[in-house]
């Protein structure tokens, strides 16, 4: 067994969050088309309310620690909070458009040993991902930014999230990174915003682009094993856990609300008003999602890609039950494997091409929430 | 990545002072200390007389007194066997970037970023 496999049995076993998202504040320098976020609203906690936050996490057992946003670097603390975060001895992850990132910023972030940073590209053509991000100028300046941090020895991930605007530049991203020296990753989800406006699934891709995702070897790997059908439901999958959300991870918002992930905003308490541990140990929401095991899932126990679906709890909850089945990974499975999921025979998709004719057929999100990434592939190195 | 620790090296200058290095990260879990490396995302896994030796390794501390304090009560092993051993695994530590070794201890506080 792997370290970080024996380390995250660790933390399961004896209820430790091991990873938080902390987005430290929801105002962006960006407005990229497909973000779920309002950039204002609830406010944000201060330096002082963000530092006692980061004692609780540790204090709690917390060991990776990302931080988001929003743009966190607008925030004229975020050093002094990463500062803080890495005196605590937390594995710092930032996430960053890097429009930001200049000498003097991507110094300090190594001298603070922050592990890795995450930034998004949508293109290696301006003209896209300005159009993008809305912001003229921006994929120079990302760019910029980026080879300052490689400059400065840090690790660099650029985060391709793929969309019908961008459908054609994954090759193009994936290049301008392997010249750059970072690793790349593709993200096909588009998810509703939080205010529950699922106008924004309207960008993503088709399903027939999906599938042409899904069997590219330079984006999955291996496409055989990949699109592999599902093995036989067993015992261990119907006693498992559908995610670590609420398990050994969890999520804080910028004003201190706590849920089992970004993806799943199940307000489960504020750590203003509580302690995190008393939130991640006694909340009844935190109770309730840990209590889910494979076989207490409607639909989803009796169909075959239970074991290796992507399935993601929040997009469940979105879509009204905790417990159902995540349309959009329904999809993904069927895509994968091209074998309908319980959900589709349910629905009375009995031929496969009527699933994937349209989103507009899917079940809209009824709830307040948020997601980002559902399937995220890392290409064949 | 992942690793272990491995076996000793070479024996240290007659009075070693440690310290815990900034560039790691680390958390306590189950006894444990875990560490990660910032540099290369390495992930070491500390055993427990490791892990009382880097929650010690406060650069103002002798090794020997180390030892003396918080090893030898801890486990039945005579001072000198465990001194021994201690060396060996500081030195190790040293290598992988965990432990940072001086002959001098630390004036002032020595974890700053």
Known sequence: ?381 | MTTTITIPTTPLATTTYVSRSHSVAARELAGEMMIMSATDSTLFSLNETATLIWNAADGKTSLREIVENKICPEFDIDPETAYRDAESLVSNLASLGILQLSSEPALSKNESQ
């Open chain 1, 1 to 381: 067994m792997s370290l970080i496999t024996d380390l995250n049995r660790k933390a399961l076993e004896r209820g430790v969050p091991l990873s938080i998202h902390l987005d430290v504040t929801y105002r962006c320098n960006e407005r990229c088309e497909h973000c779920y976020l309002e950039h204002d609203g609830d406010g944000e906690m201060s330096t002082a309310e963000i530092k006692s936050t980061l004692d609780q996490l540790a204090a709690a057992g917390v060991f990776f620690l990302t931080i988001s946003g929003g743009e966190p670097l607008i925030r004229p603390d975020i050093f002094e909070i990463i500062e803080y975060a890495r005196s605590l001895r937390f594995n710092v992850k930032l996430k960053t458009n890097a429009i930001l990132i200049r000498e003097r910023e991507a110094r300090r972030l190594r001298e603070l040993n922050v592990e890795q940073v995450q930034i998004s590209v949508y293109s290696h053509r301006a003209q896209v991902h300005d159009g993008i991000s809305k912001v003229p100028g921006s994929l120079a300046r990302t760019i910029r930014g980026i080879r300052l941090l490689k400059a400065h020895g840090l690790k660099v991930t650029i985060a391709n999230v793929l969309m019908k605007g961008n459908l054609d530049d994954a090759e193009g991203v994936r290049q301008l990174a392997k010249e750059i020296g970072a690793h790349y990753t593709l993200d096909p989800t588009i998810t509703p915003m939080m205010n529950g406006d699922s106008s924004l699934l309207a960008l993503r891709i088709t399903s027939d682009s999906l599938r042409t995702v899904f069997t590219d070897s330079t984006l999955v790997g291996n496409v055989e094993e990949f699109c592999a059908p599902p093995t036989a439901i067993d015992e261990d999958t119907l006693e498992g856990y559908p995610c670590s959300a609420g398990h050994t991870a969890a999520y804080v918002s910028p004003w201190g609300d706590v849920y089992p992930c970004v993806q799943f905003p199940l307000t489960c308490g504020n750590v203003l008003e509580q302690n995190f541990s008393d939130i991640w140990k006694n909340s009844s929401q935190f109770n309730e999602v840990r209590a889910i095991r494979g076989k207490h899932l409607t639909t989803c126990n009796s169909c075959s890609h239970l074991g290796s679906c992507t399935r993601c709890p929040g997009l469940a909850w979105m879509e009204g039950n905790m417990r159902g089945p995540s349309t959009a990974d329904c999809e993904k499975s069927f895509i994968r494997t091209n074998i309908p999921t319980a959900n589709m025979l349910q629905r009375g998709y009995t031929d496969a091409q009527a699933f994937a004719v349209s989103h507009d057929t899917l079940p809209q999100p009824q709830l307040r929430g948020a997601t980002r990434t559902l399937v995220q592939i890392q290409p064949a190195r």
